[in-house]
């Protein structure tokens, strides 16, 4: 059990290095010059980079300072804005994170809901209505999504009913909160929920269900104790690449809602090649997602006791 | 006459498929008394699981169907039973094992939560009680640590620790009747031998009757009162197990027990040696299901199905030759003795 988790962090390590590396390098092969613009910094910020990042020193003494610098939680300093890139992340991502816990909630419980009962009431209307969610769930890109509810959900249906019921735009309040966090959701609900229905229908037809039938119980308790509780087994397995979509998906819906998260200032930094914001934000999501795919890991473990943990 | 359990009359049961109507069950008739052990044997896809499921209508219904025939557990008519009634039926009045204990437990629920499961259902005992009865139920199937044992997951328990519990599940309830569907075809031979002598011997603690679905005709010898040999949906021959071993007149029963391995071979095949297949049950044959396959097969037995003639007490037996007018009928059963 121990030695399970020390070598799912030792591994989880191992790849943060590698990602800190890649970006590093990565960095410095990309096409375009930062100070070159309408944007160059003042002259003491310039003094100040070369002095900091050693920018007249060898590469692999850059390295090795790029390196310590991210260890000590310092990711440099957006050129664009001129604050660490530290700070920015911090705030932009409590808006990312809200948003994206949000939209994960509504796909998750909802693909979940919509598979099990995809399953139980197999070729019929829900059973059809789920499989059209997850078609359009799966085809439509987010952004083409985020646009049409913009259109049909808030600014239409505003104007037929005459008064605000969702926002178009912006982040603040629960109106303007609905139609990003279902946009950015809908993916993963429909994954969550054609996955749900395929474990489900298994499990239905697994002997310990007709036992459950032996014994007398009703059909609810068979379904929710016995059945959804083993059917959602592989949603959690999933949940890792889940939380992945949904965060990666936050840089087209954020700018798209024009929400002031961590998306928009990663497309943002890319666009105006500020590269330590990039470098910062992409070791930041990187770090996360590791993270996340590190506790369901453990987490797995521990809902299904079949699940050994061991090395 | 001891006190009837179960009676079965002229059972119809169908499945609507998209081929066609899939005739699994057609007219079985059987009954089981108190304290009785009855044995179904034949070949796979016969009926006896679909027979011993529709006891406690356990087919899916659709695409299962009872088409007609009458099913009498004690006082409940099983054919009329609503869903909310059955739900009361099973696990009280009948329970089912079922052939492999390795996939019939919740993989994923502590197997003591799964009895006190049951137990809450049909009986009103605090959340303590049922948890000491559960105990008390493992302990009856001679499960060792049963305290430990009923905190732990079916997966860390073996195959026969696994059928020792899932009978403890089954009894927990101290139903009237108890449906072992192969209880032992998925386990080692050494452990098949321990489960009938478990079953042996709680049957001679409690008054739970039992029909015994299995190929294993030495299985059969070994354990049950009477026996109901099954033929493409039918039951063709019904007796006393004497009746059956030593005084069998159906050319089936015969085949059945020729293809038996002598006593003194260690390991029990399924019953394959027969040549020939079961008839199509989606189109069965208008005479005798086994005419195809019988080496006395004459053309009546084509043309019409045998009526049941009696040879005994408790002892009946489908087939043509046992007709007055059919040359020799007396002779052979006689010759079919030992
Ligand atoms: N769900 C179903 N749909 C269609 N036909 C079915 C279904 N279940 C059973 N049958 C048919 O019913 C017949 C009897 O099946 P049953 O399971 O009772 O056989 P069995 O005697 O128990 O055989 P085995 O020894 O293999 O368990 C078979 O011919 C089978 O094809
Ligand atoms: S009825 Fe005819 S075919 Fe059927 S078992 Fe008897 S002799 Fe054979
Ligand atoms: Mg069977």
């Known amino acids: 059990m121990l030695r399970y988790v020390l070598k799912r962090i030792g591994y989880a390590v191992l790849t943060l290095f590698f990602l800190i590396t890649i970006v590093f390098f990565m960095m410095r092969a990309l096409p375009g010059d930062p100070f070159i613009g309408d944007k160059t910094p003042s002259p003491t910020t310039m003094a100040n980079m070369r002095a900091k990042y050693g920018l007249d020193k060898p590469v692999t003494v850059q390295y090795l300072m790029y390196l310590g610098n991210v260890l000590r ?41 919509l598979g099990a009962v995809a399953a139980i009431k197999r070729g019929g209307p829900m059973d059809t209505f789920s499989m059209v969610v997850a078609m359009i769930g799966v085809s439509v890109p987010s952004f083409i999504l985020g646009a049409l509810l913009q259109y049909f959900l808030a600014l239409k249906l505003n104007q037929a009913v005459g008064h605000q019921v969702l926002a178009v735009q912006g982040w603040g309040n629960f109106k303007q909160t609905v139609l990003p966090a279902f946009a950015l959701g809908l993916g993963s609900l429909a994954t969550v929920s054609r996955l749900m229905r395929t474990s489900m229908l298994d499990v239905l037809n697994q002997d310990y269900i007709k036992t459950a039938r032996a014994k007398g119980l009703s059909r609810q308790k068979i379904l929710w104790r016995h059945a959804v509780r083993n059917a959602i087994m592989p949603v959690v397995t999933i949940m890792g690449p889940t939380t992945a979509a949904v965060l990666t998906g936050t840089f087209v819906i954020e700018s798209i809602f024009n929400i002031p998260g961590l998306g928009k200032y990663f497309s943002m930094s890319v666009k105006d090649l500020d590269f330590t914001m990039i470098g910062g934000t992409t070791i930041f999501y990187g770090a996360l997602l590791i993270v996340c795919t590190l506790i369901v890991d453990l987490l797995y473990g521990f809902i299904d006791p079949r699940v050994k943990l061991e090395g | 006459m001891s006190e009837r359990i179960l009676e079965i009359k002229d059972l119809r049961v169908s499945f609507d498929t998209y081929a066609g109507e899939v005739q699994a069950v057609r007219g079985v008739s059987l009954h089981v008394d108190k304290g009785e052990v009855l044995a179904i044997v034949g070949e796979s896809g016969c009926g006896k699981s679909v027979t011993a499921q529709t006891v406690m209508k356990l087919n899916p219904m659709p695409p299962a169907r009872i088409v007609s025939g009458e099913i009498r557990l004690g006082e409940h008519d099983i054919v009329a039973a609503t869903d909310k009634e059955m739900q009361a039926i099973r696990g009280r009045e009948v329970s089912m094992i079922f052939q492999d204990p390795m996939t019939c437990m919740n993989p994923t629920m502590q197997v003591g939560k799964q009895i006190v499961e049951a137990i809450k259902l049909h009986r009103k005992l605090s959340p303590e009680e049922a948890k000491a009865e559960a105990i008390r139920c493992l302990k009856q199937v001679n499960i060792p640590n049963p305290e430990e044992r009923a905190k732990q997951y079916p997966h860390e328990f073996s195959g026969g620790m696994r059928q020792r519990a899932m009978i403890a599940m089954a009894l927990s309830c101290d139903p009237k009747l108890l449906i072992a569907d192969e209880p032992t075809t998925a386990l080692d031979v050494t452990i098949q031998a321990q489960i009938m002598d478990l079953l042996a011997e709680l049957k001679d603690q409690i008054s739970t009757a039992i029909i015994l679905i299995t190929h294993d005709l030495g299985v059969v010898a070994g ?5 109901a040999v099954m033929y493409a949906g039918k039951v063709v021959e019904t007796g006393s197990t004497q009746d059956i071993f030593y005084r069998n007149a159906h050319p089936y029963t015969q085949a059945l027990l020729k293809s038996l391995p002598s006593p003194d071979a260690t390991k029990r095949e399924p019953l394959v040696s027969i040549p020939g297949t079961p008839p199509d049950l989606l189109s069965p044959p208008k005479g005798c299901g086994f005419a195809a396959r019988c080496k006395h097969c004459m053309k009546i037995c084509q043309e019409e199905y045998p009526p049941e003639f009696t040879l005994g007490e408790g002892h009946t037996a489908s087939c043509w030759l046992l007709h007055p007018d059919c040359p020799g009928a007396a002779e052979r059963g006689e010759k079919n003795d030992g």
Request: proline share 2%.
């Open chain 1, 73 to 113: 939680g310092d990711l440099g300093t957006s050129l664009t804005y001129e604050r660490p890139v530290v700070d920015i992340v911090k705030s932009a991502f409590a808006v990312s994170a809200d948003l994206g816990i949000r939209a994960l909630i509504f796909a998750v419980i909802i693909g979940v809901l």
């Open chain 2, 223 to 227: 354990s049950a009162d009477r026996v």
